[in-house]
């Protein structure tokens, strides 16, 4: 089963709830982000092709990442300096 990261960028309440009613399952992960997954979605292909059914493969009010490793960590994260106090 595929992971996505979704990234909202201004109102998320329209895409969380399209997702849930579609049977997508939703993890926050942050105040402005969620992890999700459904349980027909088996790779990347099918995640795309439900997303571009629902509107939000190219919407621009969230960021879309395919998660693909057990270790994975947002984009963001993975790029920002460690801070060392």
């Known amino acids: 089963m595929v992971r996505i990261y979704l990234q909202f960028l201004g109102e998320s309440k329209a895409i969380q709830e ?6 997508w399952k939703l993890q926050w992960e942050s105040e402005d982000s969620i992890t999700a997954q459904h349980p027909l979605v088996q790779d990347e292909v099918a995640g795309r ?3 571009h059914h629902l509107g939000l493969l190219t919407t621009r009010r969230a960021r879309i990442e395919f998660i693909k490793s057990v270790d994975w960590r947002p984009r963001a994260q993975a790029m920002a300096p460690s801070v060392v106090l």
């Open 49 to 51: 092709n439900r997303l």
């Open 18 to 23: 399209t997702l849930q009613n579609d049977g």
